[in-house]
């Protein structure tokens, strides 16, 4: 039944795990993690949109070999959408069934209408009960949700268990591997944050960013990938409604591949900016000179990083100086 | 692990002392996770204390400083660093402008505390009346008093907004849980047909008051009536601008109605400065209407239009505003003027993207306010 891997041994290994998946880990994110494996709690990551987070469980769970079960959240989820429902036409039509054999006696009906055959699994229940190994549980923007869905979230993170009137209490044989995100479009109750363990993942420096790129749109070269980050780095610093994330530099590197560009020119940012910045203002701010002054910047930064001989202690730098 | 768990205990206290927010239990989950790790690394060892002590992003850096500072090897001689800042920095910013000369004279009309206040009594009828009617600038320090006892009296109940969630009632949507509920314990068709509507959440309120020098007369009174307002609701953010954006949710809430001006004074850099509205609001769009989930809010801007931005740049800010909130209402003092008329450039780009204009300048502006607000319909 289990072909699943245990739980790594160490940081170091947990890092090595996951950057096989292609998913490229700060320390810090990397020590969390390892801590929610091994002390079996949750874990919340915060960020803002774009950094990654909802890549985490993905990767987790493939260098886990796990399920990955997936609640995305949003204004007004319930219980129904997020643990059970009962399949009412199914129960209607078992009503019918009843009355036309003509045995329709009030308590067997009862019974028998809120059997587990009628019931319709959703995500939450769906991770509780999952056969093999626990699977990986992603709670995805839980800050959409509201309040009360919160509250009804810690039975569920400190027991592991989900209670269903009609049929009883509902217990993971094994717990899942519990990831939460949020954007903090606002605060989370502290009540769940005690529960967790905490992460709050940034956007990437030059440094990360350009592994990330070449580890996911391998097709760029070394000089697109490092232009693109760069300027990417510097847009980060405009004032902005919406900086870019992780995934927009991603996006806009394969639109460039796909544009068979080797390197970045200002015509061409302007035409593909709407794949950086999504948000009419920001567009109108930075376009034109700005982007020029911008990657100005950007490639003199470049120059800088790569006489890779001044930061010897980077391992990345000292191999960049292709 | 005797040892760590003592230092931990310690470190949480010094944490909390600095004004993260650490529960009690979280030492222990602390201390297991430190003997998962190589405790040798100190930076694994800072990361896992940090991911489990620390749950909120502005506490990371005064975490960061904090653990330098605690954990740092005994070398003989105490650390030079003074920590005291560290703490006060988070708590309250420099205190900059004296508030002495603010709070005026009603410093010693209406006391801290309720109590003499109490004695503040308006005689009459026809003197409520008047003193309804009057404008803020020209109150003597017990008019002022006396007004902001008024002020304390008036409820403020804004139409609640429509969530997502339902309840049972008398809507127009059948529930059919409930339906198949009563179904299995009936045997007729179960009429009449158990019905569910949105549920209702309270309605939340942005307060974005302008205290710069124009705004000095009305500024007082502005500032109680957000501290009223924060006493009546709980979902009520209030920030203050001149030349820069201060929110001061956080010291109006548990004022109970004590002179909020005094600790307001610490906040704020820019008392009676100069106004850029426009600045203000883009710092708002920008960093905090995503943060304090605000959809759906109803935004007060309480300002009299004075600006020495640009108007160009006032009018895109005010427009992404009014794009992302539920109402826009633009309050002036200076309506209260029969003969006024907003011609400043900068009012006159802004106001095609507000919904109301309309006066504050006396009580009864504020009480046609709070009919305005509980009336609002509802929606998303």
């Not at chain 1, 796990?66 to 204004?75: F, K, N, P, S, T």
């Not at chain 1, 950007?298 to 790569?306: D, E, H, I, L, M």
Request: glycine fraction near 6%.
């Amino acid at each position: 039944m289990s072909d699943s891997k245990p739980i790594p041994g160490s940081i170091d290994e947990l890092e090595s795990l996951l950057a096989r998946e292609d998913y490229v880990s700060g320390r810090a994110l990397s020590t969390a993690l390892y801590l929610a494996l091994r002390l079996g709690r949750p874990i919340l990551l915060e960020g803002e949109a774009g950094v990654g987070k909802t890549e985490v469980a993905k990767a987790l769970a493939g260098c886990l070999d796990r399920d990955l079960i997936r609640l995305q959240c949003y204004e007004g989820l319930d219980i129904h959408q997020a643990v059970y429902e009962w399949n009412y036409a199914r129960q209607v039509l078992e009503i019918h069934l009843m009355r036309d054999g003509g045995n329709l006696d009030r308590t067997a009906a009862a019974k028998e209408l809120f059997r587990r055959e009628f019931l319709i699994e959703r995500p939450l229940l769906r991770a509780l009960e999952h056969d093999g190994p626990a699977p990986v549980l992603l709670i995805d923007e839980l800050d959409r949700a509201d309040e009360e869905f919160e509250g009804y979230l810690l039975e569920m993170l400190s027991d592991f268990q989900v209670t269903i009137p009609e049929l009883g209490t509902v217990r993971a044989p094994r717990p899942p591997i519990i990831l939460i995100t949020s954007n903090r479009t606002r605060e989370l109750h502290d009540a769940l944050k005690r529960r967790c363990v905490y992460c709050w993942i940034d956007y990437p420096d030059f440094e990360k960013e350009l592994r990330i790129v070449e580890t996911k749109v391998p097709g760029a070269g070394r000089a697109l990938s490092e232009q693109a980050t760069a300027f990417v780095q510097e847009l980060r610093q405009a004032d902005l409604y919406k900086k870019a994330g992780v995934s927009e530099t991603l996006d806009w590197v394969t639109a460039l591949v796909a544009l068979n560009d080797n390197r970045v020119t200002p015509e061409r940012i302007d035409q593909t900016l709407g794949l950086l910045l999504k948000n009419q203002e920001d567009i109108h701010t930075v376009r034109g000179d700005p982007v020029r002054a911008m990657l100005d910047r950007a490639q003199n930064r470049g120059v800088r990083t790569s006489y890779a001989g001044q930061e010897p202690a980077n391992k990345w730098a000292t191999s960049s100086k292709t | 692990m005797g040892h760590l768990l003592e230092n931990l205990t310690a470190f949480a206290r010094f944490l909390r002392s600095l004004g993260l927010a650490v529960p009690a239990g979280s030492t222990i989950e602390a201390a297991r996770a430190a003997q998962c790790i190589n405790i040798g690394k100190k930076d694994d060892f800072r990361l896992a204390l940090r991911a489990m002590l620390v749950s909120r992003a502005e506490d990371l850096q005064v975490f960061d400083q904090a653990f330098q500072a605690f954990w740092k090897e005994p070398s003989g001689t105490s650390t030079k660093l003074d920590l005291r800042p560290l703490g006060s920095e988070r708590r309250f910013g420099e205190p900059i402008v004296e508030m002495e000369s603010l709070a005026g004279d009603t410093g010693s009309v209406v006391p801290d505390q309720g109590a003499r206040v109490e004695r503040v009594e308006i005689a009459t009828y026809s003197q409520r009346e008047v003193l309804r009617q009057k404008d803020f600038k020209s109150f003597t320090a017990e008019e002022t008093a006396q007004a902001i006892r008024l002020l304390r009296e008036m409820r403020w109940r804004p139409e609640p907004r429509r969530t997502k969630r339902w309840v049972a009632g008398r809507g127009t949507s059948a529930d059919l849980r409930k339906l198949l509920a009563k179904f299995a314990w009936r045997e007729a068709d179960p009429t009449p047909l158990p019905m569910r509507l949105r549920k209702t959440a309270p309605r939340h309120l942005v307060l974005l008051c302008d205290i710069s020098g124009s705004m000095e007369r009305y500024t007082r009174m502005m500032l109680w009536f957000a501290c009223c307002l924060a006493g009546n609701l709980r979902s009520v953010e209030s920030f203050v601008f001149a030349t820069r954006l201060t929110r001061i949710t956080k010291k109006l809430r548990g004022q109970r109605g004590s002179n909020p001006l005094r600790e307001i004074g610490r906040l704020v850099p820019d008392w009676s400065g100069g106004t850029c509205i426009g600045d203000a609001v883009r710092v708002f769009n920008t960093q905090w209407a995503r943060r304090i989930r605000r959809n759906g809010a109803v935004v007060l801007l309480v300002s009299d239009g004075w600006d020495r931005g640009d108007p160009e740049s006032l009018r895109r800010e005010v427009a992404r505003l009014q794009r992302s909130c539920h109402r826009l209402i633009w309050l002036s003092p200076l309506l209260g003027d029969p003969r006024y008329e907003p011609l400043t450039r900068g009012l006159q780009a802004a106001l095609p993207h507000v919904d109301n204009f309309l006066p504050v300048h006396n009580l009864a502006s504020l009480d046609r306010l709070a009919v305005h607000l509980n009336t609002l319909p509802q929606g998303a």
